[in-house]
């Protein structure tokens, strides 16, 4: 004899939605890059109040700069002339699986477009998609700087030279002097003034500290046998090592 | 009343129909700039590589004071000279119309003619792309990460170029926001420069490509200009004639396709039909090899200026 069964629900409805994200819109499509850096390529940065250097992008374009396909996997390419005419300009070629990168390695981040093709960019940077399908880059200038200060502590660049720096700081005189001349008919534009005079004192302190650094670093490694310690005795027997 | 000839009658059971394609089409916004002129043409290699080796050479020899009358003292001279490479690589794209498109294509914009013409113009805005790319390589640069480009900017980069003995003629290709910024710092300039007649030309709107001419420099505007610095810049440049070279390889579609197949071809590309008849489909595939390399880096120089 069959008797009432109690059924319980087995799951809640949910409707179901499906989100398909096809990707950046094609317009984003580019190429991918390596950071090259040029011995003149320094800037100051306002936020750090440090010297960084300028990292310009090598692209890996075939037919840009002699970049070759692999004529047997054409997704392959080879960019050994382009990296030998950055050489012959005085460019440092900072690979992207360079192991020295540390955390920094593999720099660059890959993101699919509409149409099969990619967009390349920096690791940091994020995209907002807007309803409609339109992106906005969440630019990380932050971590920028931070790339890029690594990038110059780890000695993975030039080092900054004084004729850079001398350059760098005639370029704000020289904007000074038209900011001077602007503020004697505008008395509104003397916070410009005041602003590059702040921006060439914090210029020249940067300079101070990153020279010394760079001497420090550049000082050569005693080889041979090491001299044998100067003891002083002082009064009272008491004892002093010079190494 | 009843039996109205009615439009919505006739929209339900025959007679209208709702919508009525029409032979007008609009075109979206693109950027159709081409900027293959801006550079050197050289000719291809066709032998044995694909890749042109193209030597440098810098004159300007100036004679030694001899040692006296009757000796000479000096030693020889040799003209210093350097090379690079133009390599061109394949780049091509392809359109597969069915036959039921064509079939339904009379009187119609969109018909195989256009595809056609799309297909034609790839190949200058594919160069106009590798010019811009070329430009993140050139080493001197002016302008400042995440400030907007100013008038003075291109003074710094007129001076950058005038040191190294660049001819007058220069040209700048810079992205339409950095079009936007130098409108608007020009605006703001005072002295003679805001009597220039050029000053005021170069404020008003004229779309994509040519802008105008500027203190002289011819400014070109290019939405493939790329972004540098993680995003926050773009790098514009500012250049002589000779910085910049490109070559296309040269093709011969007589070669290996039936005549009959070729729908387009000149010495620089070619449109060639391929029949899917299995799918009822044909192919048409435009082929071209173009090869953009930096000819001479002190005849360029970045603008790098706030995206």
Known sequence: MSSTVRISATGRYQRRQVVEDEGLPAKFANNPYVYVHYPRGFSFDDVLGEFLPDLNEGHLVAGVNGVEEDPRNPKILKPQKMFAGTLAKGGIVINTDEDRLGEWKNYLASFDCKGGGKHYCFVAVEFDKLPGGEAIAREAPNQFREFRKYIRDHRLCHEMSEPVYNKLVGIEESALDRAIQRAQSNPHLGKKVEAIQARIAAMKKAWAKLNDAQQEAAQPVQKGPKAPPTIRVGPGGASEVQA | ?307
Do not use: W
């Open chain 2, 1 to 307: 009343m009843a039996n109205e000839s009615s439009y919505a009658t006739y929209l339900s059971n025959g007679g209208r129909v709702a919508r009525l394609l029409s032979d007008m089409m609009h075109v979206n916004l693109y950027d159709p700039t081409g900027l293959r002129f801006l550079m050197d043409y050289k000719e291809p290699a066709m032998m044995g590589s694909a890749t042109l080796n193209i030597t440098k050479i810098t004159r300007g020899l100036v004679l030694s004071a001899a040692s006296s009358e009757i000796s000479g003292g000096g030693s020889n001279s040799i003209p210093t000279t350097t090379n690079y490479d133009l390599t061109y690589a394949r780049y091509y794209a392809k359109m597969q119309p069915t036959d039921l498109f064509v079939m339904t294509q009379d009187g119609q914009a969109l018909n195989l003619d256009y595809l056609f013409g799309i297909l034609s113009e790839a190949r200058d805005l594919t160069l106009t792309d590798l010019l811009v790319a070329l430009f993140a390589n050139v080493s001197g640069n002016v302008g400042t990460s995440g400030v907007n480009l100013s008038v003075d900017d291109i003074f710094s980069a007129m001076y950058y170029l005038n040191l190294q003995n660049n001819p007058a003629a220069l040209a700048c290709v810079l992205h339409p926001q950095q079009i936007n910024d130098l409108i608007d710092s020009t605006r703001g300039e005072t002295g003679a420069f805001q009597f220039r007649a050029d000053a005021q030309g170069i404020l008003a709107p004229t779309g994509v490509g040519f802008r105008g001419q500027l203190l002289g420099v011819q400014f070109y505007q290019s939405d493939s200009v790329v972004t540098a610095n993680a995003g926050a810049d773009r790098r514009g440049c500012m250049f002589s004639a000779g910085a910049f070279a490109y070559t296309m390889g040269k093709v011969d579609p007589a070669m290996q396709i039936n005549p009959a197949d070729i729908i387009y071809g000149d010495t620089e590309m070619f449109i060639e039909r391929a029949r899917d008849a299995d799918n009822a489909m044909s192919s048409y595939l435009v082929n071209a090899y173009p090869g953009t390399a930096e000819q001479e880096d002190l005849r360029a120089v970045r603008i790098t200026t706030d995206a």
